[in-house]
């Protein structure tokens, strides 16, 4: 098992940036393909970026591409969102997820059903 803790959300302006964490605790990151999801007010939990097993893969929506950045430190057990020219429409909780995958080492998994563990979420509010 593993245990996700995020931090790093906030309020910011439109066009501002932050960086979320997420730190794993419990058993080997490595192991792992870690995703970010959100869930805006009144709508369904959905991807936001991914990264393989291995972290030579990542994906991500096509709403943040360009914008938003994916990286993982295994040393640190640690993944990090960083976030780009943020729009109000962005303001969400942000989650954290992971998977096992140790037979799949190059998937990013963008479905949740995929995710057996998450964690508590962020909130990340963009003002206009």
């Known amino acids: 098992q593993v245990q996700l803790v995020e931090s790093g959300g906030g309020l910011v302006q439109t066009r501002g940036s932050l960086r979320l964490s997420c730190v794993g605790s419990g058993n080997t990151f490595s192991n792992y393909a870690v995703s970010w999801f959100r869930q805006a007010p009144g709508k369904e939990r959905e991807f936001v970026a991914g990264?393989?097993?291995?972290?030579?893969?990542?994906d991500y929506a096509d709403s943040v591409k360009g914008r938003f950045t994916i990286s993982r430190d295994n040393a640190k057990n640690t993944v990090y969102l960083q976030m780009k020219s943020l729009k109000p429409e962005e303001t969400a909780v942000y989650y954290c997820?992971?998977?096992?995958?140790?037979?799949?080492?190059?998937?990013?998994?963008?479905?949740?059903?995929?995710?057996?563990?998450w964690g508590q979420g962020t909130q990340v509010t963009v003002t206009s």
């Open positions: 997820a992971a998977s096992l995958a140790p037979l799949r080492p190059t998937a990013v998994f963008t479905d949740q059903t995929y995710y057996n563990y």
């Open positions: 990264n393989s097993m291995n972290g030579a893969n990542t």
